[in-house]
């Protein structure tokens, strides 16, 4: 069974920066398209970053896009979100999230594809 773990949040400044960790275990983490989303209060879970099997294709959504790097490392079934430039706005729940796949694509952006979940980290940036 595929289990996702993300460590990393907290409460960190405006302006500051936070790294969120999240490890694979159960399954061939090659085998899996990775992304981070989160979600505010009173809020729809939204797409932040993702990235493909290989690493070697990724996407930001357009909020976080310059600020935010998603990287993973194979060799230890990580995929990680450097955060930095915080705003009081990225305040939220962020979840780690894989898809398996046997196509070698890009990246995916909707919550619908991803069939494994995290169960989440605490960002909170103080104005």
């Known amino acids: 069974q595929v289990q996702l773990v993300e460590s990393g949040g907290g409460l960190v400044q405006a302006g500051g920066s936070l790294r969120l960790s999240c490890v694979l275990s159960?399954?061939?983490?090659?085998?899996?398209?990775m992304a981070w989303f989160r979600q505010a209060p009173g809020k729809e879970r939204e797409f932040v970053a993702g990235i493909n099997w290989s690493g070697g294709d990724s996407g930001h959504a357009d909020s976080v896009k310059g600020r935010f790097t998603i990287s993973r490392d194979n060799a230890r079934n990580t995929v990680d979100l450097q955060m930095n430039s915080l705003k009081p706005e990225d305040t939220a729940v962020y979840y780690c999230?894989?898809?398996?796949?046997?196509?070698?694509?890009?990246?995916?952006?909707?919550?619908?594809?991803?069939?494994?979940w995290g169960q989440g980290t605490q960002v909170t940036v103080s104005s």
């Open positions: 159960g399954g061939t983490f090659t085998s899996y398209v």
């Open positions: 999230a894989a898809k398996e796949t046997s196509f070698r694509r890009g990246y995916y952006s909707g919550a619908t594809d991803f069939g494994f």
